[in-house]
């Protein structure tokens, strides 16, 4: 069984930062990409970040700049260092990551349960 477990959010004004921290566990073989997604009301989920085992980054167009996506692959963990955080940066973060649990076993997509990011003066 593997769980992720995200964690960092909360409330912060504009203009404030924060970090989330995403933590994988379990039947763990090897971590492939990592990415951070995030859902606000009524829109569909986006791709925020994305790191690969390799350490290359992509960004949202809207985030370039601000937030910085980040791994240690020894503590099997992600990360998302929000800066000039936005009104609009407002929702639901989820981390994901593509797992393999056995030396022998396809890759597979698991999803955190996600953090709430509120950005409200």
């Known amino acids: 069984q593997v769980q992720l477990v995200e964690s960092g959010g909360g409330l912060v004004q504009p203009g404030g930062s924060l970090r989330l921290s995403c933590a994988a566990s379990g039947s763990i073989f090897s971590i492939n990409g990592m990415s951070w997604y995030r859902q606000a009301p009524g829109k569909q989920r986006e791709l925020v970040a994305s790191i690969t085992s390799g350490n290359n980054r992509n960004y949202a167009d809207s985030v370039k700049g601000r937030f910085t996506i980040s791994r240690d692959d020894a503590k099997r963990m992600a990360f998302l260092q929000m800066n000039s955080l936005k009104p609009e940066d407002t929702a639901v973060y989820f981390c994901?990551?593509?797992?393999?649990?056995?030396?022998?076993?396809?890759?597979?997509?698991?999803w955190g349960q996600g953090t709430q990011v509120t950005v409200s003066s």
């Open positions: 994901n990551a593509a797992i393999r649990t056995t030396r022998w076993a396809d890759v597979n997509a698991y």
